[in-house]
């Protein structure tokens, strides 16, 4: 099944991209969203988890490895 439509892929302009991410594996402990792929993750399918950080952000840093953890641990099914 094709994920995004052609007219979305034609608007988008990044066809070679967007195909990238059409295997992408929701497998992994944590998915790094990006502008490509985040229709695909949060698209009302399955629970996401959102976590936003900023760069050069201390408690953002400080976080990080905690999230990273819990993602590891996670067994509900809900991406993070």
Excluded: H, W
């Amino acid at each position: 099944a094709e994920l995004f439509s052609k007219e979305y892929k034609k608007e988008v302009g990044m066809e070679n991209v967007i195909r990238q991410f059409e295997a992408i594996s929701l497998e992994r402990a944590v998915v790094e969203l990006t502008p490509y792929n985040f229709d695909f993750v949060v698209n009302g399918e399955r629970d996401v988890l959102v976590y936003f950080a900023v760069e050069g952000c201390k408690p953002c840093v400080e976080f990080a490895p905690i999230f990273q953890e819990v993602a590891e641990a996670n067994e509900s099914g809900v991406v993070l």
